[in-house]
């Protein structure tokens, strides 16, 4: 498995194409199709890969825009939660379980909060948060009762994984579930300075990157 980042200038969101490189499989899925480009269109095409899967975190726009170009090319199927994104070639997601695409398993779990149709993938040792969770902070929520059930359901699904998983969030840069344990300010309360939370979240970043170039 290959995971390549692209990041849509549009709301400055990240876009995953994960590819099965198995010769006998040679096979690609894309988590959160923000904006279809030339260079992910190549990327597919060049690499010999069949697109048979768009992952979708939540149905905001900045992360589902790119569908309705990769319905006029392919004809994947599309995973989600929401069924105002329900395509001709779609499954709706409900709770937390396990699927088969691109010839890989994954797991995906519910982590309302954020939005209500919130869902993260995981695949191997990586899971991708779309806007649950993103380094060092939590998503953003609209009221008291969404931000306590998002920190909840964060530290029992994700939190829940190996230290060493890591963390492609929706925005940002990656993490690692053990970087979030310890950092991330949004869970851990912690009571620091404006100077001494930056100089903590950096540290986290840089240390997160490192532990992702493993």
């Known amino acids: ?5 692209h990041l849509t200038l549009e709301g400055f969101t990240n876009c995953y194409v994960v590819v099965n490189d198995d010769p006998n499989v ?3 899925l894309i988590v959160d199709p923000g904006k279809i480009s030339n260079e992910i269109i190549d990327q597919i095409e060049n690499g010999g890969y069949k697109l048979t899967a768009v992952l979708i975190t939540h149905n905001h726009t900045n992360h589902v825009r790119g569908l309705s170009t990769l319905d006029k090319i392919y004809s994947p199927t599309v995973y ?17 379980g396990t699927f088969t695409a691109a010839g890989l398993e994954i797991n ?4 309302p909060g954020h939005t209500p149709d919130s869902m993260v993938y995981k695949i ?10 993103t380094s060092g902070i939590i998503g953003e929520t609209t009221s008291q009762y969404s ?3 998002l920190s909840s359901k964060i530290q029992e699904k994700i939190f829940s994984q ?15 579930v053990l970087a979030e344990k310890q950092f991330n300010l949004d869970i851990t309360g912690t009571n620091l300075s404006a ?12 240390r997160s990157l490192e532990a992702a170039g493993d």
């Open 26 to 28: 040679m096979e690609a």
């Open 108 to 111: 995906y779990f519910s982590v």
């Open 147 to 149: 931000r306590k059930m």
């Open 195 to 206: 100077t001494a939370q930056k100089n903590d979240v950096l540290e986290h970043w840089k």
């Open 124 to 133: 191997g040792d990586v899971i991708f948060t779309g806007d649950t969770l």
């Open 162 to 176: 190996t230290d060493r998983t890591v963390i492609m969030p929706g925005h940002g840069p990656p993490t690692t």
């Open 80 to 96: 989600a939660a929401d069924y105002e994104i329900k395509k001709s070639h779609s499954v709706v997601l409900h709770g937390d």
């Open 1 to 5: 498995m290959k995971i390549y980042f």
